[in-house]
């Protein structure tokens, strides 16, 4: 039952009218720290370069043509397709896709322990896990890039138990980064999928096992269903700063393992920087990511409809 105001109306009619007044505060910040950066971001890309950094505002497609074509050094050979650029945007692809794997094999079980343990013992485990990410992600990096140096903890143990008798290769490889973005974002994974499970009911396992269901068929058919909006947010909050990251390839991985976060970071550093250049690159990542939500979104759609 909705709840009456003063006067005999419920509090849903006094409130039916003033809706887009209400939402004006959430629509100014929307259209303030989100649109107009995009849309300058748009503009930008569609800009030319200036000699000594920044833009000239004369508009051309020559950013996004240096993206996908190679013309020469001078630009006046026969277009060929830029294999560099697409080859970082495929590595940052399948990086962020590993992370987002690999944080959800770890996440999910962790997840479902955190919320089968009592009311006080899961505000403990929560805080241990949240914990870590009060401190700043750059100083999370820095030290992650301590700890799997040459001559850094994990080395020296490993060396110490006898079990290596050199030194791990960690640091400049795609292993770092992967262990980088691994440890920045596994907590995206679990908090979701911790609000999920503990809103499941556990009495669907027990009919299921009612019913003969051994325990992967219970997982398979009753838990995964429940949990799965859960599981989509997770993997959507970890893939996408995942993709576009640039701290964990800048300091924990080398010039093999360049991610497109890193190229467009380049783009706006210093007087040599290529701003349409970079403002192209972030465009195109954008939109890779929001086809990819598009769909998802439309899938669910059409899952709601049927």
């Given at each position: ?241 995942s993709l576009g990251a640039f701290l964990a390839p800048d300091l924990l991985g080398g010039a093999k393992s360049f991610m497109i976060g890193s190229l467009i970071e380049e783009q706006f550093k210093g007087a040599a920087g290529n701003w349409p250049f970079g403002a192209a690159a972030a465009m195109i990542l954008m939109s890779i990511v929001m086809v990819v939500l598009l769909v998802y979104a439309r899938s669910q759609t059409r899952e709601a409809k049927a």
């Open positions: 039952m909705a709840a009456m105001a003063p006067g005999g109306a419920s509090s849903s009619e006094i409130y039916k009218g003033n809706a887009s007044r209400l939402l004006l505060p959430t629509w100014v910040v929307i259209g303030v720290f989100l649109l107009v950066p995009v849309a300058l971001m748009a503009t930008y890309s569609f800009l030319t370069k200036e000699f000594r950094g920044g833009v000239i505002w004369e508009f051309s497609l020559a950013a996004y043509d240096q993206f996908f074509l190679d013309r020469g050094l001078f630009g006046d050979e026969p277009p060929r397709i830029e294999w560099t650029f697409i080859t970082i945007f495929w590595r940052s692809i399948w990086q962020a896709g590993l992370a987002t794997l690999l944080c959800l094999l770890i996440g999910f079980p962790t997840a479902w322990f955190i919320a089968t343990r009592e009311a006080r013992m899961r505000t403990v485990w929560l805080l241990i896990v949240t914990v870590p990410y009060w401190v700043n992600l750059l100083i999370r990096t820095v030290s992650m890039k301590f700890l799997i140096r040459d001559e850094g903890p994990l080395n020296a143990m490993l060396l110490w138990s006898g079990l290596i008798d050199q030194p791990l290769g960690l640091i400049n490889t795609n292993l770092a980064v992967q262990l980088g973005l691994f440890y920045s974002y596994l907590p995206f994974m679990v908090l979701p999928i911790y609000a999920a499970v503990e809103r499941y009911d556990f009495a669907l396992s027990e009919a299921a096992a009612d019913l003969y269901a051994g325990r992967w068929t219970t997982l398979r058919l009753v838990i995964l269903p429940v949990v799965k909006p859960g599981l989509i947010a997770g993997c959507i909050l970890v893939f996408v700063p």
